[in-house]
């Protein structure tokens, strides 16, 4: 079968955009052959500095013949119907149809229509234009003389030469002939821009890959990323060193290169009383190199680059030359680092209450006083100094203001852990101005010092509280203030340290300073005030209850109820997004949707280890004989409650009368629903969620006597009532640890 090869070459294509580039031609063009009929064997796609390239393996020469039954009017139906349907079906008149017989509806017109599969090759003529002239590049741009014409093709640079060829392996392939802005297709392309800059023809993709290869192109980038790694190890480990790997380094200097040639370079020793990660960030940020340690773990002063081209001096020159930039940029980073020493980080506060953080949410001085009362407040449930935790959470962004972190963003927080060493901070205080960011991705470190722990808690919680104070909420895909990572990030601080800590009142410091900053003192109060009686572990009900009975206070004390109101739904609704951000990752480690559902519904999940625990104990419970057969009782039970109350048009939910149990089996039923929901109700109070299963386990004989040997829908009313009555029982005492009618099975 046919095979395709496909190239487009260009001036230059960002390494950025290549990985990218070249999974939406593959599936640009795939989509199309696949919707006209043409099922193939075979993709793949590859990029390089100036070309994408895609091969598409055991194409059909032709598309399937068409057959197609069109129905149409009924039989003596209107003209203009009729004759509207013939001219959509390609017929010249009602002879050319047929009559299908339908005893119900009537006779009615049907038309056979038959279209005969085209030629790839000219399916592929109308296909590629359309993939290149809609293709998605991120940023495209006109070129020439011909932009000038209405309708002139954009690409991501100066697009020269398109190679499309098409045909079997045994054969000269055809070239898909079209033409877009005066390029036309053909079978020839060019290979290295200094190395081999002269055309050459193609055929087919094994052709066209080894060509390419001997003209200094390595078209696989995967395959690049590998000869650069290699290369770079061996150059290390042939001077004694060992290369820093960056994975995201190699991505983008194998899109920089067609023909990668790794070099080693120097620098003055005096830069390396730099901090490491200063001299690693200026290196790859300014010019896309690698740095190598000492065999004691050290940075030496050292880096590699990645070069592409085999220069005649066998690289000196090129070596001088990056030598030359990273010494600038390391004496302008010297400069920076030693600047920045002179001032004090506290020093350099006063600046941020003229720096506007959200211009709802005040400055970055009042964030960071809001920052620091939370952190006062979370310290004692935490475990952390309050001296200390109130310290970090103050300086914690004092270096975004150093002229370092102006240079390179991404060292903030770090560089105010040096900087706090270096002005003798406590240590706690110092790693906390670094580690308050984290975790910032799912793989990222999570904090374990008690002081880092409460400043990232403080920073992540004020940030969504306050987002949500201004209904500034994650919509679908866009979440502009990454309030989903700062979620996430509180979930694993959370979860990984093992806190015992209420989401729900965790917010209300920031809440109340918010309040009053914005000169609402009153409000500040009540809100405090509210903190003080939210239990932990709280249902949804009890929270109701709550809002309920202060929205009332509010309402009496004419201290405008509506900002408080709104306070509080601010905190309920963090506490939501916390919850099913760890709803999220337990379902990325596997836990079920199910007995997830069934702890969510219960309660508002604001401790977030106590879910934890409750969703391994009921899972673990399920898992055993005791647990799959109580759970079949439940289920038997609410099924039969859910038809009796439909069609008795009422809720069985009284307690039993113990007068008019008429056998054993329901006395004994009931006894054991009273004496394992308190059992469990007092596991559940003390966290031994286990127990709490192991008491409900104890229902499962009593339950199966009461279904052996008791009649449910008996002839008396009354005892009929009251032993639905008693299944309900089961359905509440069940509840004390978790909704069995949200648990599959």
């Not at 296909?127 to 932009?147: C, D, E, N, Q, Y």
């Not at 401790?607 to 109580?630: C, H, I, P, Q, Y």
């Amino acid at each position: 079968m046919p095979d395709l090869l496909f190239e487009l070459f260009s001036e230059e294509i960002p390494a950025r955009m290549q990985a990218r580039a070249a999974e939406d031609l593959r599936r640009m063009v795939t989509d199309r052959l696949v919707d006209a009929g043409l099922i193939y064997e075979g993709a793949m796609a590859f990029a390089t500095p100036r070309r994408l390239a895609l091969t598409v393996q055991g194409i059909p020469a032709r598309q399937p013949d068409l057959k197609e039954e069109k129905k149409g009017p009924r039989v003596g139906a209107p003209d203009n119907a009729v004759q509207g349907f013939l001219k959509s079906a390609g017929l010249a008149s009602v002879a050319e149809a047929t009559i299908q017989k339908d005893p119900k509806k009537g006779d009615f017109y049907v038309a056979l229509i038959e279209k005969p599969g085209r030629a790839a090759i000219d399916v592929l003529v109308e296909m590629l234009p359309l993939v290149i002239r809609t293709f998605p590049w991120p940023k495209s741009m006109r070129w020439g003389a011909r932009s000038a014409r209405p309708g002139s093709l954009v690409w991501v640079r100066p697009l020269h030469t398109i190679v499309a060829t098409f045909g079997p392996e045994t054969e000269e392939p055809e070239i898909v002939r079209f033409t877009i802005d005066d390029i036309a297709t053909g079978d020839t392309t060019r290979g290295h821009r200094f190395l081999s800059p002269e055309a050459f023809r193609v055929k087919r993709f094994d052709d066209y890959a080894a060509k390419l290869e001997k003209a200094k192109v390595v078209l696989d980038p995967a395959r690049r990323k590998e000869i650069i790694l290699a290369d770079a190890r061996n150059l290390a480990f042939a001077q004694g060193f060992a290369l820093i790997e960056d994975q995201a380094l190699l991505d983008e200097v194998a899109g920089l290169v067609e023909w990668p040639v790794t070099l080693m370079g120097s620098f003055d020793e005096e830069f390396l009383r730099l901090p490491p990660e200063v001299i690693r960030t200026t290196i790859r940020a300014n010019q896309k190199c690698f740095v190598v340690a000492k065999p004691d773990g050290a940075l030496a002063n050292k880096f590699i680059l990645v070069a592409n081209i085999e220069a005649a001096d066998g690289g000196a020159a090129i070596v001088a030359g990056n030598e030359r930039v990273i010494r600038a940029r390391l004496a302008d980073a010297k400069f920076f680092y030693e600047t920045d020493l002179k001032t004090r980080l506290e020093d350099r506060l006063p600046k941020f209450k003229h720096i506007v953080f959200h211009e709802k949410l005040g400055t970055q001085a009042e964030r960071i006083e809001r920052i620091e009362g939370l952190a006062v407040y979370l310290a004692p449930l935490v475990g952390a100094d309050v001296e200390k935790a109130k310290r970090a959470a103050r300086l914690c962004k004092a270096d975004l203001l150093t002229d370092m972190v102006g240079e390179f963003p991404e060292l903030q927080g770090l560089m105010g852990k040096y900087y706090a060493r270096a002005q003798h901070e406590d240590e706690s205080v110092a790693a906390a101005c670094e580690e308050h960011y984290k975790p910032v991705g799912p793989s990222d470190r999570v904090p374990t010092d008690p002081v880092s722990v409460v400043v990232a808690l403080a920073d992540k919680i004020d940030t969504l509280a306050g987002f949500w104070a201004i209904d500034e909420k994650p919509t679908g895909s866009k979440d502009p203030y990454g309030l989903r990572r700062a979620a996430s990030g509180i979930v694993r601080l959370i979860i990984e340290n093992n806190l015992k800590l209420s989401t729900l009142a965790a917010q209300i410091p920031s809440i109340v300073i918010f309040q009053q900053q914005r000169q609402h003192k009153k409000i500040a109060d009540q809100i405090a005030s509210f903190a003080d009686i939210v239990p932990d572990g709280i249902s949804v009900d009890v929270v109701a209850s709550f809002l309920k009975d202060w929205a009332k206070r509010a309402t009496e004390s004419k201290n405008d109820p509506q900002n408080f109101l709104r306070a509080i739904e601010v905190c309920g609704g963090v506490a939501w997004f916390i919850a099913d951000r760890l709803k999220v990752a337990l379902r990325d480690t596997g836990a079920r949707f199910d007995l997830l559902d069934a702890i969510y519904s219960l309660h508002l999940p604001d401790d977030l280890t106590s879910v934890v625990r409750r969703v391994e104990a009921l899972g673990k419970f399920l898992d055993t004989e005791d647990g799959k057969n109580l759970l079949a009782g439940y289920k038997r039970a609410t099924n039969i409650l859910r038809i009796e109350e439909k069609r008795d048009d009422t809720k069985y939910t009284e307690a039993p009368s113990a007068e008019l149990f008429r056998q054993s089996e329901e006395r004994e039923l009931a006894r054991a629903i009273e004496a394992a929901a308190k059992e469990a109700a007092a596991a559940v109070a003390d966290e031994n969620f286990s127990a709490a299963m192991s008491a409900m386990a104890k229902l499962r004989p009593h339950v199966d006597a009461f279904f052996e040997k008791v009649t449910v829908n008996a002839d008396e009313p009354d005892v009929r009532a009251n032993r639905l009555r008693l299944l309900n029982q089961i359905r509440v005492a069940t509840r004390t640890v978790a909704d069995f009618s949200k648990i599959e099975g």
